[in-house]
């Protein structure tokens, strides 16, 4: 009786820990047919930007040491559920901080920081509209002021 009790717990435990994984959640994300995952460090950001374009990019992109980009254009249902419901459970799971939590309609913004001491930080932006989901995770030395601004240039690209 206590192996079959200590098996439950171990797989409620190993739920639980899934649904709070962000790099798992986008690893299945990108699994679904017409997902697109671009993977970029540091250098290959600095030369992805055009010059004239690098004095108008946000302050915290420059601190930025590497960005993960997930986009599925036409996500599968229960695809789209499953990854909503992980985002909601990492809001309240207490291993991320949600920075700030969006929803209109059939749309959906999500910013989470993982929760550190130091300025090494992974931020994710969930962003999904119909059956259309970007999320991306950017990885890199972020102050406090750099978090409220990344929050701050989300919530202006979606006016």
């Not at 639980?16 to 986008?26: F, S």
């Not at 540091?42 to 915290?60: A, G, H, T």
């Not at 989470?112 to 995770?137: H, M, P, Q, R, T």
């Amino acid at each position: 009786m206590k192996k079959i009790l200590f098996g439950l717990v171990l797989l409620f435990v190993g739920q639980v820990v899934y649904a709070q994984d962000l790099n798992r959640l986008m690893d299945d994300l990108a699994k679904v047919e017409s997902a697109q995952r671009q993977v970029m460090d540091r250098d290959m950001l600095s030369k992805s930007i055009p010059e004239s374009q690098k004095d108008k990019m946000p302050d915290f992109m420059s601190k930025a040491d590497s960005v993960v980009a997930v986009i599925v254009q036409h996500c599968p249902q229960d695809v789209n559920d499953k990854i909503q419901e992980g985002i909601s459970e990492a809001e309240t799971g207490g291993v991320y901080e949600p920075l700030a939590t969006v929803k209109k309609e059939n749309n959906r913004v999500s910013v989470l920081s993982s929760k550190g001491e130091d300025e090494n930080k992974e931020v994710y932006i969930y962003v999904a509209g119909g059956d259309a989901i970007v999320f991306v995770k950017m990885s890199g030395k972020f102050t406090v002021e750099d978090l409220a601004n990344i929050v701050k240039e989300q919530q202006k690209n979606d006016k």
